[in-house]
């Protein structure tokens, strides 16, 4: 047993009339435990600075049910059916005391309470292949709750000096390595939650595949600094997002280069289907993991060196359609309000994404399922979208108010010019390092039976180096980049809009599932 614990229940009364029980809790007032998988790559950056450890500290992650609301749920009830419990506050444990019918009664609400927790639970089989077989396939399954999070794949984390952090006083100076990271290797992000109290399960995600391909140095052909690493990473990301019937599967097919691999991705979720008794004692769990949430706003990606500006960034702003579960309650509680009798009705409960309601109010949970139903069909409309450029094939779920991305190119850093620090008696360049990207970058706004649709395609010349006699400070590199950018909007099952023209012509269609 937990030491506090121990130290607790030994301070506690034990003379026989006051002799305190411990009730199991139910797994919802557990504190999840940390996990350890590597964050998602939403802002599509795999040459990334070095984080400070203050950077990367964990944040505490509470229950979905604090057992303060659990005990406040138990005590109400036992008053109602005139056998009072008494909790002891402040402890980890869930202690109470009381005669024998009002503890068999809590211990039958915690079981069920219990019950339906295990109910909420997705059980996701991920498939990665390529075609034709190159690499390893992937396959990995997990369990989570609705509501949270699963990681798939592996990712490698490589360091290398990018460039130099001068500093100078007086008549001397230094030149200190700035260490950024790469990251390569292959991710699913897995994002899941209940619609229809099981009936479908919406998922939204991402996957990342990032691949050295080159490692090169460059020399600055100064005294003061040292020599810079350039790697040079392959990327393919999609953003995905749509709903599937429980036990069935979500799929993706991506092919970043003409002549190149498939990469075939499937995603099969369940969930349990088992109704909870709609009348009786207790509470019925209502699950409110997918209405609750709020839409991610994918940050903005750019194509980085000499071209950061050069695009407007009229971004759509993401429209917020959470139904949070207070809200929901409230508009319950106004119906209860309403049709009240002489006898006040029993309370509801609510935490962030759950909503607990009173079995002995049938009609109370008829209403909430009602409304619930309702928010979930204005949300998560599933369509699929194609796009093809010069042998490149993305196709892949898009869901109405959930934005979608897909990028395929690769990611590099190049020394395009240089700072000077003065001091009275010396002086140091600073190397200017920027990265840039050469690809395709397409970001979608799906609403409903139409989506709004950006691109943007750049290509890059081999840059032209410059000796140090013309620089002056140092060698650096002098970069010639083509942009072109456009977007359009897409409806449901309407002929392909093309972007761009000749070699880079860019087709994209929203097709029905």
Not at 67 to 96: C, I, K
Not at 150 to 172: H, I, L, P, Q
Not at 210 to 225: I, K, N
Request: glycine share 8%.
């Amino acid at each position: 047993m937990n030491p506090i614990a121990c130290l607790i229940l030994s301070f506690l009364p034990s003379t026989p009339g006051a002799d305190w029980t411990a009730l199991p809790a139910p797994s919802l007032c557990a504190t999840p435990a940390a996990h350890g998988h590597a964050p998602a790559l939403w802002d599509a950056s795999h040459i990334r600075p070095l984080a400070s450890r203050a950077d990367v500290r964990a944040r505490p992650a509470g229950p979905r049910l604090a057992l303060s609301t659990l005990v406040q749920m138990l005590e109400e009830d036992a008053r109602a059916h005139g056998n009072p419990l008494e909790f002891f506050r402040g402890s980890p444990l869930l202690l109470a005391r009381g005669n024998d019918a009002a503890l068999a009664r809590a211990r039958t609400l915690l079981a069920d309470l219990e019950r339906q927790t295990r109910g909420l639970a997705i059980e996701l089989k991920l498939s990665l292949r390529e075609q034709p077989p190159g690499a390893p396939s992937v396959e990995e399954s997990a369990r989570i709750d609705s509501g949270a999070e699963a990681c798939f794949g592996a990712r490698t984390s490589e360091s290398f000096v990018e460039s130099f952090e001068v500093e100078v006083a007086a008549d001397s100076g230094v030149s200190r390595p700035q260490v950024s990271l790469l990251a390569t290797g292959t991710t699913v992000h897995v994002w899941a939650a209940r619609l229809g109290q099981g009936g479908s399960i919406f998922l939204s995600g991402l996957f990342d595949q990032a691949r050295l391909a080159e490692r090169t140095a460059f020399e600055p052909e100064t005294t003061d600094l040292g020599k810079l690493e350039q790697p040079r990473v392959d990327v393919v990301q999609c953003a995905f997002a749509g709903v599937v019937e429980n036990g069935k599967r979500l799929e993706l097919e991506l092919c970043p280069k003409a002549g190149g691999s498939h990469w075939l991705l499937a995603i099969e979720a369940h969930t349990s289907q088992e109704r909870p008794d709609a009348t009786g004692d207790g509470w019925r769990l209502v699950d409110l993991a997918f209405a609750a949430r709020d839409t991610r706003a994918l940050p903005r990606f750019s194509p980085g060196a000499l071209l950061l500006g050069e695009l407007p960034w009229n971004e759509e702003q993401v429209a917020s359609a959470a139904l949070p579960p207070s809200a929901l309650a409230a508009s319950l509680e106004d119906g209860r309000s309403a049709s009240a009798n002489a006898r006040a009705p029993a309370p509801m409960y609510w935490t962030d994404d759950l909503l607990l309601l009173p079995r002995s109010d049938a009609a109370l949970a008829e209403r909430a399922l009602a409304l619930v139903a309702g928010a979930e069909s204005l949300r998560g409309r599933t369509s699929t979208i194609q796009i093809e450029q010069a042998g490149r094939l993305a196709r892949f779920p898009v869901a109405s108010g959930f934005p979608a991305r897909f990028l395929c190119g690769s990611e590099q850093p190049w020394l395009i010019g240089y700072r000077t620090e003065l001091a009275p008696q010396t002086w140091m360049p600073a190397p200017e390092v920027a990265t840039g990207f050469d690809g395709l970058c397409v970001c979608l706004g799906p609403r409903d039976d139409a989506a709004s649709a950006a691109a943007w395609s750049v290509r890059s010349a081999a840059p032209r180096v410059l000796p140090r006699a013309d620089a002056r400070l140092g060698r650096l590199q002098s970069l010639a980049r083509e942009l072109r950018s456009g977007d359009c909007r897409l409806g449901l099952g309407e002929p392909v809009s093309k972007l761009f023209s000749g070699t880079d012509e860019l087709s994209l269609g929203l097709k029905p599932r």
